[in-house]
């Protein structure tokens, strides 16, 4: 086979993946609703009343106290994560009830109410918001992580541009080796054909 036949084969093959590529690489590039797909979520914080007095455990690897709309927290982490205690008896602060946790979260996302509306449904951790982003309360860590359409939107497009179209890892693998092989032997046929000419 001739290396223009061969070059013009290798390049209709490449040709979805290169258009993939180079759709996903703009978008890279501009990031357009980048800011709101990932922004980081946070509990409101307020100024604690009262002084806080804690032993520390010689376990603890960090301490965090803070105060929210619940009151105050007293956040450890250890060698095996983190944990919320009671600031008063030290002991494991348990998960709230839906409605402390609608208060919680409804207080955070006050601050962007653009993204977020409102607390619409809370189910266990999981809370959703009126302008349906999707949002985990790890109480642990007193953290919140939010998703919404965009953010999938934006994974979605990164998968794209990573060739990871079947969601099998050793199958996308593949498809991405042979991909970057292809591309390597696109290059060297058009290389040698602008040599010869």
């Not at 980048?34 to 979520?41: H, S, T």
């Not at 409605?99 to 207080?107: H, Q, S, T």
């Amino acid at each position: 086979m001739k290396t223009r036949d061969t070059h013009r084969i290798v390049g209709i093959v490449l040709l979805l993946p290169l258009l993939g590529w180079v759709v996903t690489g703009l978008i890279f590039f501009v990031k357009p609703g980048y800011g709101g797909a990932y922004e980081l979520l946070r509990p409101k914080t307020y100024s604690m009343h009262d002084t806080v007095a804690v032993a520390p455990d010689t376990a603890w690897l960090e301490i965090r106290c803070v105060r929210t709309v619940l009151g105050p927290h007293l956040i450890v982490r250890g060698a095996d994560g983190w944990r919320q205690l009671d600031p008063v008896t030290l002991l494991p602060r348990p998960l709230p009830g839906p409605e402390e946790i609608r208060m919680l979260v409804g207080d955070a996302v006050a601050a962007n109410p653009s993204r977020y509306g409102t607390v619409a449904r809370v189910e266990g951790v999981e809370i959703t918001t009126t302008t349906d982003v999707r949002i985990t309360l790890e109480w642990e860590s007193l953290g919140l992580y939010q998703r919404g359409d965009d953010t999938d939107l934006i994974d979605a497009i990164y998968k794209i541009h990573y060739l990871q179209w079947t969601g099998i890892e050793a199958v996308d693998r593949v498809l991405g080796g042979a991909g970057l092989v292809l591309l390597a032997l696109l290059s060297l046929l058009g290389l040698r054909l602008a040599i010869r000419h």
